[in-house]
């Protein structure tokens, strides 16, 4: 979902559950995947209890997540 696209419901509530498990996982309390200190965008799917994939839904979600796995790398 690129920026200026109305999102349905749905759509934003998944945004929050994906937020959500990002924020789970940078504070190390990750509730549906191991506590072992990793970031991915595979992580943060299954954290945030999509099916696979379905974090690609969400581009600017995407970009976001990206950004923070180089710095924690830096």
Request: charged share 40%; glycine share 4%; net charge positive.
């Given at each position: 979902m690129s920026e200026g696209e109305v999102a349905s419901e749905r759509?934003?509530?998944t945004k929050t559950r994906l937020e959500q498990?990002?924020?789970r996982l940078l504070n190390g309390k990750p509730e549906r995947t191991?506590?072992?200190g990793r970031l991915s965008l595979s992580r943060v799917n299954k954290e945030a209890g999509l099916s696979s994939g379905g974090i690609y839904y969400y581009d600017?979600?995407?970009?976001?997540?990206?950004?923070?796995?180089?710095?924690?790398?830096?």
């Open positions: 759509g934003q509530l498990a990002l924020k191991p506590n072992d600017d979600f995407v970009k976001k997540v990206r950004v923070i796995i180089h710095e924690r790398k830096i």
